[in-house]
């Protein structure tokens, strides 16, 4: 059952959007050479707790771990949820997915976002562009009245056209009181399939696009998501709303 928020859910919604928002925008510009990803974490729980909102991912639960950190810092071939640590300092030429969440008021953002360290190669330009690009393809297919599969479909095509792949067995999701809600939001698909987009339904949509094969395996620590090829990867995330007209980002930075 995909949940359909009311008028007053909404706007909590929205506000917890915009806080994530700005906390994540100022975590983005502390990206450079020799910071740690400790940092960066810090960073993000301090305004986080600062503003009155609750880390999203500090204390997650899956398979019997806790994910210890309130940002996911992935880089390089590292896809998702990589853990922040003093020793992991970047240096440039590396790309880093930042990806964080908060709930404010009973309700839950989440969005990321992978930022290069220094100037990227053309290469890595093109990574990031063609990521971020079918961030945006897949939020054009979210409106009322079209089908779910619409927005996986647009991700893999973009993805695919320009030489990328798409991750198959990891997905976007619902999001609202929980952080995790129905449906699952595949990358990739067939147009005109699943459920019915409706006016106030949610949802975090987040491509992970890979410059290799799509494979993708566990390291050691439980968490952290890599390419089985050791290829790079980019993440882009938004929380997203579907009104009666379009899809409103919940996670915009200005």
Same mark, same amino acid.
């Given at each position: 059952?995909?949940?359909?928020?009311?008028?007053?859910?909404?706007?909590?919604?929205?506000?917890?959007?915009?806080?994530?928002?700005?906390?994540?925008?100022?975590?983005?510009?502390?990206?450079?050479?020799?910071?740690?990803?400790?940092?960066?974490?810090?960073?993000?729980?301090?305004?986080?707790?600062?503003?009155?909102?609750?880390?999203?991912?500090?204390?997650?639960?899956?398979?019997?771990?806790?994910?210890?950190?309130?940002?996911?810092?992935?880089?390089?071939?590292?896809?998702?949820?990589?853990?922040?640590?003093?020793?992991?300092?970047?240096?440039?030429?590396?790309? /880093? @997915?930042? +990806?964080?969440?908060? !709930?404010? =008021?009973? *309700?839950?953002?989440?969005?990321?976002? #992978?930022? %290069? &360290?220094? $100037?990227?190669?053309?290469?890595?330009?093109?990574?990031?562009?063609?990521?971020?690009?079918?961030?945006?393809?897949?939020?054009?297919?979210?409106?009322?009245?079209?089908?779910?599969?619409?927005?996986?479909?647009?991700?893999?095509?973009?993805?695919?056209?320009?030489?990328?792949?798409?991750?198959?067995?990891?997905?976007?999701?619902? /999001? @609202?009181? +929980?952080?995790?809600? !129905?449906? =699952?939001? *595949?990358?990739?698909?067939?147009?005109? #399939?699943? %459920? &019915?987009? $409706?006016?106030?339904?949610?949802?975090?949509?987040?491509?992970?696009?890979?410059?290799?094969?799509?494979?993708?395996?566990?390291?050691?620590?439980?968490?952290?998501?890599?390419?089985?090829?050791?290829?790079?990867?980019?993440?882009?995330?938004?929380?997203?709303?579907?009104?009666?007209?379009?899809?409103?980002?919940?996670?915009?930075?200005?």
């Amino acid at each position: 059952m995909i949940t359909i928020k009311n008028e007053k859910e909404i706007e909590k919604m929205e506000r917890a959007g915009r806080l994530l928002a700005e906390i994540l925008n100022k975590v983005i510009k502390e990206v450079d050479s020799g910071v740690t990803t400790f940092e960066l974490n810090q960073l993000a729980e301090n305004l986080i707790l600062q503003a009155g909102a609750i880390p999203a991912f500090k204390g997650f639960k899956s398979d019997g771990r806790v994910f210890p950190a309130a940002l996911c810092t992935s880089i390089n071939q590292e896809v998702v949820h990589g853990i922040p640590n003093q020793k992991n300092v970047l240096q440039r030429g590396d790309i /880093i @997915g930042i +990806d964080c969440g908060l !709930k404010l =008021d009973g *309700f839950y953002a989440d969005m990321a976002r #992978t930022i %290069p &360290v220094g $100037k990227p190669s053309d290469k890595v330009a093109k990574l990031l562009t063609i990521a971020r690009e079918c961030l945006e393809k897949g939020t054009n297919k979210a409106q009322a009245g079209a089908r779910l599969g619409s927005i996986s479909n647009a991700i893999q095509t973009h993805a695919e056209k320009n030489g990328f792949s798409v991750v198959r067995n990891l997905a976007g999701h619902g /999001i @609202g009181k +929980d952080l995790h809600e !129905k449906p =699952d939001v *595949f990358n990739y698909g067939d147009a005109e #399939t699943g %459920p &019915v987009l $409706k006016p106030g339904m949610t949802l975090a949509i987040e491509p992970m696009i890979n410059v290799g094969h799509y494979d993708v395996k566990t390291k050691e620590d439980g968490w952290t998501i890599v390419t089985k090829d050791d290829s790079l990867s980019a993440h882009f995330e938004n929380s997203i709303l579907i009104t009666e007209t379009d899809a409103e980002i919940l996670t915009r930075i200005k």
